[in-house]
């Protein structure tokens, strides 16, 4: 059964490497971080930005959750889903992002700006883990738009891995801007 141990557990583990990615990051002007390879690829700054994206859409469905209702156990059915999830991300294939995370077409936001937001989304996210008790953490709050609904902490390790990946696209990106 998942608890809000596990989960605050996941989200340390997930919050250290994003810090550890912001202190290797610091290393480069922001010019570099805010350079796109070439015009069909994201530069660093819109990598951290579909990031945010994603991470504040999944704090907005969990906030939403909270307050109406409407939520079962998660299934276990729900905990393969998070799995092939973390599998299929884990492979050397480029997906397209869903619509619901994708930048939009006018996207303008500058290194420092993403960093802020991230800050600011990681605070909230931690606040509500911390708001939330063992009766909550095993249920439907976490809704990936493809695999569908799980429980949080499911949600949390996919949201991992899905950073993970996006750290070896920064990385990839820094060895084509620098």
């Given at each position: ?10 989200y ?11 202190q290797?990051?610091?290393k480069?002007?922001?010019?570099t ?15 951290i930005?579909?990031l ?26 729900a ?9 299929a ?28 937001q ?5 605070a ?21 738009p ?10 949390l390790k996919?949201?991992?891995q ?6 070896g696209?920064?990385?990839?990106t ?5």
């Open positions: 059964m998942a608890t809000q141990k596990e989960l605050l557990s996941v340390n583990q997930m919050e250290n490497e994003r810090q550890q990615l912001l290797e990051l610091s480069y002007p922001a010019e971080l805010e350079k796109k390879p070439d015009a069909n690829s994201w530069s660093v700054t819109e990598v930005y579909h945010i994206i994603a991470e504040r859409g999944a704090l907005s469905y969990l906030n939403k959750k909270l307050e109406v209702g409407g939520f079962g156990k998660a299934t276990f059915q905990g393969l889903k998070q799995k092939l999830l973390n599998f991300i884990s492979l050397p294939v480029k997906y397209k992002a869903p619509k619901v995370v994708q930048l939009p077409k006018d996207a303008s936001v500058t290194y420092e700006e993403a960093v802020s991230w800050d600011e989304i990681r909230n996210m931690k606040k509500a883990y911390e708001g939330l008790d063992d009766d909550f953490t095993g249920r439907e709050l976490f809704k990936h493809f695999a569908g609904k799980m429980n949080i902490v499911q949600g996919f949201m991992r899905h950073m993970n990946r996006h750290i696209q920064i990385e990839r820094l060895k084509q801007v620098a």
